[in-house]
């Protein structure tokens, strides 16, 4: 495993800002991370972020359906003065997204039921007319989302069914770039090196497993499941269950985060498992 400083520096201060806007985020103040700690301290960053970020969003909006085929687009993109055009959100005729990162080589299908958003984009301007924005936690939910650093954070993803948020908890994914980390999953080396530093960094938090997986276009990926009992904005105690997933790209290294509870796990995997199922490397 390659630890290099880099773009950590950007995840924390990226986690420094949401800290403004949501209440009990942890701050930059610990001392700069060396080399030993860098992979450690990112991914304990971004778990804490995704936990984070929900206690405030409280989306309504229909259940979700079923996942669906994943069709083969070509998407387009028009550059505005705040997005460079290094990634593309497009509309399916069946209702979901193609997500393609030009600068980190990967391309996504998103199914019809996650609101995805990109800081700066177009998409997140649609969102804030939605009816659910009317809302004061997906208002203050979108409102942390814009804060966030695009060159990191590529992509939110929220689940937007009202019966699925669980004391003002919303289930999320977030996608998570650093062009400079390379891990290998050749074996599971690397992937028992990230969960060994998940209870250490992450109060609480138990590793309740780790797996090396392969998608249907065999592209190998590394697995590591949490569990964090965690209490909501209003008060409401429950588990946070997290799958996070690691994906070796040309340019880097992608974490693709689920962030769920204990009442709606089973209900939102499979979805997220079609996504990662889509996941495809660019030439």
Same mark, same amino acid.
């Given at each position: 495993m390659?630890?290099?400083?880099?773009l950590?520096t950007a995840?924390v201060?990226?986690?420094?800002?949401?800290?403004?806007?949501?209440?009990?985020?942890?701050?930059?103040s610990?001392?700069?991370?060396t080399?030993?700690t860098?992979?450690e301290?990112?991914?304990a960053e971004t778990?804490d972020?995704?936990?984070?970020?929900?206690?405030?969003?409280v989306?309504?909006?229909t259940e979700?359906p079923s $996942?669906?085929? &994943?069709p /083969?687009v070509t998407?387009?993109f028009? %550059?505005?003065?705040?997005?460079a #055009? =290094?990634?593309?959100?497009?509309?399916?005729?069946?209702?979901?997204?193609t997500?393609?990162d030009?600068? $980190?080589?990967? &391309?996504l /299908?998103?199914?019809?039921?996650w609101l %995805?958003?990109?800081i700066n984009a #177009? =998409?997140y301007d649609?969102?804030?007319?939605?009816?659910?924005?009317a809302n004061p936690?997906?208002?203050?939910s979108l409102?942390?989302?814009?804060e966030?650093?695009?060159?990191?954070f590529?992509?939110f993803?929220?689940?937007i069914?009202e019966?699925?948020i669980?004391?003002g908890?919303v289930t999320n994914v977030?996608?998570?770039?650093?062009?400079?980390?390379?891990?290998?999953?050749?074996?599971?080396t690397d992937l028992?090196t990230?969960a060994?530093?998940?209870?250490?960094s992450?109060k609480d938090?138990?590793?309740?497993?780790t797996e090396l997986?392969?998608t249907k276009n065999?592209?190998?990926?590394?697995?590591?499941?949490t569990?964090t009992p965690s209490?909501?904005?209003d008060?409401?105690s429950?588990?946070?269950?997290?799958t996070?997933?690691?994906?070796?790209?040309?340019?880097?290294?992608?974490?693709?985060?689920?962030?769920?509870?204990?009442?709606?796990q089973?209900?939102?995997?499979?979805s997220f498992?079609?996504?990662?199922e889509s996941f495809i490397?660019?030439?």
């Open positions: 390659n630890h290099k400083r880099g950590l995840v201060l990226g986690m420094t800002a949401l800290a403004c806007v949501v209440p009990g985020l942890p701050t930059a610990a001392p700069p991370p080399p030993d860098r992979l301290r990112m991914v778990v972020a995704a936990i984070e970020l929900t206690r405030q969003a989306p309504t909006a979700i $996942a669906t085929p &994943q /083969t998407a387009t028009a %550059a505005t003065a705040t997005q #055009p =290094e990634t593309m959100l497009d509309k399916n005729a069946d209702g979901s997204s997500f393609i030009l600068s $980190a080589k990967y &391309q /299908t998103l199914p019809v039921q %995805a958003v990109r #177009p =998409e649609e969102a804030l007319q939605l009816p659910e924005a936690a997906i208002q203050g409102d942390a989302i814009k966030q650093d695009p060159s990191v590529r992509l993803m929220l689940d069914a019966e699925h669980e004391g908890f977030n996608l998570v770039w650093d062009p400079q980390m390379e891990v290998s999953f050749a074996d599971d028992k990230l060994a530093s998940l209870p250490a992450l938090s138990e590793v309740t497993g997986k392969t065999e592209t190998p990926y590394g697995v590591i499941t569990s209490t909501t904005q008060g409401t429950v588990v946070i269950f997290q996070l997933t690691f994906f070796d790209l040309p340019v880097g290294t992608l974490s693709i985060t689920l962030t769920t509870t204990e009442t709606w089973e209900t939102v995997e499979p498992d079609a996504i990662l490397v660019l030439e």
